[in-house]
C-alpha cells in the first residue's frame, strides 16, 4: 500500500523524543531552576514539563482556547495535573533506564556509536556548519547531544534485548483463540502447466483429467510431478502450497480451491495460459458449534501469533518492569499556579459515554468529539463498496507513519494480512474508531490522529510518547 507523506503538521514525535536527552527549557512565567521532580537527587526542571505539554496544546490552532483544550483532556480521561504527572514520569524514563543500565553494566557500544556519526556526515556532507544546522534541524544544540542521544538507545536497547517475555500458557490460549479466526481455511499441493496456444487446451485438459483420477487413486505429487515431467512443483515438498490464509494465489486459485473438500482435486486454466491441479490437502476451521479448541489450531498459527503477541506485549512488560523502579525512586514536587496548560476544567464540553457492548465510540457524536479533539480525515479515494457502520466488522490494509514519511507500522509488515476489528468496540485506537466511520470498500482514508486520541504518554514499540500518527488506510472488507 503507498505511503503518503503530508505538510504542515508539527514533527511532535521527533521533538518530544529528543527531549528525553536534551531536555527543553526557556518557558515563560518559570524560574530557571524550579524542579518538577527528582530522580536520585537528579532534577527535572517544570519549564521542561511545560514545555512539552505545551508542545502536545501547540500541535492544533483550536487548542488555543480554553474549552477546546479541556475538552480534549477530557476525551482522554486527564486533567492539567494527571497530564503533568504523565509527562514527568515520561520525562523519568530516560533517567531511570540509564541508572539502571549502570547498574546491571550495560556500556554504550562507542565504537558502533562513533561509526553511525561518521556515516551521518558523510550523507549530509559540507563543512562544520552544515552538519551543525543538521543536527539544530533534528532537535540537538549539537554532536554531544547527539551522541549522548545515541548513546541511550543503545544501552535501551541492550536492555529490552536481555529483559526476555514469554507469554504464559494460559496468555497465549486467550491470544491464540481470539485471534485465529483469520486463520481460518484450506491447505492444498499444486503444480502447473504452461499452455502455449489455444490447440494444447484439450490435449492438456485430458492430462489433468488424468493426473487428478490418479490423485485420488492415492498417488502422491511428488511421484506425479516426476512422472509429468513438464508439471511444475517441489517434490520435495509434495507439491505443497501452504495455508491460503497464509498464501498469495490468483482469484482463480482461491475459487477452485474454496470449492473444494478435505482430499479433492481439481483442475482450472487461469487467464496466464497455465493450467493448475490442486489438491485440499489440510481445512482449519470451527467446530459445528462454533468453538476452536487449541490442541487443533496448527502450529504455524501458534507460532504466528505467539510472535505478534510478543510485538504487542513486550514493550509493555519492559516499561512495566521500570515503571516499577522508577516508583521507588521519583519524587514529584506540588504542581505550581499560573502553569500556560493548566485550564478550569468546568470549561470542558460534554463526551458521550462510549461502551463497548454498543459500539458508540464510533457514534455520531463521539465522531464528532474526537474530531474535535483534534483528529483530521480526508478521503483520497471515495470507496463504492460496503459502508463500515458502527457494530460492523472492518478489514483493512493500512500504513503508518510520521510527520517526515517515516513508516512505523504496515500491514504489509505482517505478511499483507488485514487488520480487522468490530467498529466501535475499542479494540483499536479511538482515532481509528472514529476515523473508519462512514468508508466504503475500495476507499482509502488519511488519518492524523493526534496522542490523545492513539497512544498518549505510554506511546508504544516504536512510537515515542505523544506522537501524533498519520495512517493511510484502504479498506478491504466489511461484515455487517
Not at 76 to 83: A, C, H, I, S, Y
Not at 425 to 447: C, F, N, Q, S, Y
Request: aromatic share 10%; charged share 25%.
Amino acid at each position: 500500500m503507498k505511503s503518503f507523506k503530508t505538510r504542515g503538521m508539527l514533527v511532535l514525535a521527533l521533538v518530544l523524543c529528543l527531549s528525553l536527552i536534551s531536555g527543553l527549557t526557556g518557558c515563560t512565567g518559570l524560574g530557571a531552576k524550579t524542579v518538577a521532580a527528582t530522580v536520585n537527587d537528579e532534577e527535572i526542571l517544570e519549564s521542561t514539563i511545560t514545555d512539552r505539554i505545551m508542545a502536545i496544546r501547540n500541535q492544533t490552532a483550536s487548542y488555543s482556547e480554553d474549552a477546546t483544550w479541556a475538552t480534549a483532556l477530557k476525551y482522554e480521561d486527564w486533567t492539567p495535573e494527571t497530564l503533568r504527572e504523565a509527562v514527568i514520569r515520561d520525562a523519568a524514563f530516560p533517567i531511570v533506564i540509564r541508572l539502571e543500565a549502570a547498574a546491571q553494566g550495560f556500556i554504550p557500544d562507542y565504537e558502533t556509536i562513533d561509526k553511525d556519526i561518521q556515516q551521518a556526515k558523510t550523507i549530509i556532507g559540507g563543512d562544520t556548519k552544515t552538519w551543525n544546522d543538521a543536527l539544530k534541524r533534528r532537535g540537538f544544540a549539537n554532536e554531544a547531544e547527539f551522541r549522548a542521544d545515541l548513546e541511550f538507545r543503545d544501552v535501551y536497547q541492550q536492555m529490552r534485548e536481555a529483559f526476555v517475555v514469554e507469554p504464559t500458557a494460559e496468555e497465549l490460549e486467550e491470544y491464540v483463540l481470539d485471534s485465529v479466526e483469520w486463520f481460518f481455511g484450506k491447505r492444498s499441493s499444486a503444480m502447473y502447466f504452461s499452455v502455449d496456444d489455444e490447440d494444447a487446451i484439450e490435449q492438456m485438459t485430458l492430462v489433468a483429467q488424468e493426473i487428478v483420477e490418479k490423485l485420488l487413486d492415492g498417488a502422491t505429487f511428488s511421484a506425479l510431478i516426476s512422472e509429468y515431467s513438464a508439471a511444475s512443483g517441489s517434490e520435495e515438498s509434495d507439491g505443497d502450497m501452504g495455508w491460503d490464509a497464509l498464501s498469495y494465489f490468483d482469484d482463480e486459485y482461491y475459487k477452485a480451491l474454496d470449492e473444494l473438500s478435505l482430499g479433492e482435486a481439481a483442475y482450472f486454466f487461469n487467464d496466464k495460459d497455465e493450467l493448475y491441479i490442486i489438491l485440499c490437502t489440510e481445512e482449519f476451521g470451527p467446530a459445528e458449534d462454533g468453538t476452536v479448541a487449541f490442541a487443533d489450531v496448527p502450529e504455524i498459527f501458534v507460532d504466528l501469533l505467539k510472535d505478534y503477541w510478543l510485538y504487542l506485549n513486550e514493550d509493555n512488560k519492559f516499561s512495566d518492569s521500570i515503571n516499577k523502579i522508577m516508583d521507588g525512586i521519583l519524587v514529584i514536587n506540588p504542581m505550581p499556579k499560573n502553569l500556560p496548560y493548566d485550564v478550569n476544567m468546568d470549561l470542558a464540553g460534554d463526551i458521550p459515554e462510549t461502551p463497548s457492548e454498543d459500539y458508540s465510540a464510533s457514534e455520531p457524536e463521539a465522531v464528532a468529539a474526537a474530531i474535535m479533539a483534534g483528529l483530521q480525515i480526508e478521503d483520497v479515494i471515495e470507496g463504492e463498496g460496503d459502508l463500515a457502520e458502527p457494530g460492523s466488522k472492518v478489514y483493512a490494509l493500512y500504513t503508518g507513519y510520521f510527520a517526515d514519511g517515516t513508516v512505523f507500522d504496515s500491514s504489509s509488515i505482517h505478511g499483507g494480512t488485514p487488520i480487522s476489528f468490530i467498529l466501535g468496540a475499542k479494540k483499536v485506537i479511538a482515532g481509528w474508531d472514529a476515523g473508519v466511520v462512514g468508508m466504503r470498500v475500495g476507499g482509502m482514508r488519511r488519518l492524523i490522529i493526534p496522542a490523545s486520541l492513539a497512544y498518549g504518554a505510554e506511546g508504544r514499540p516504536g512510537i515515542p510518547p505523544y506522537s501524533v500518527l498519520y495512517f493511510d488506510i484502504m479498506l478491504v472488507q466489511v461484515d455487517s
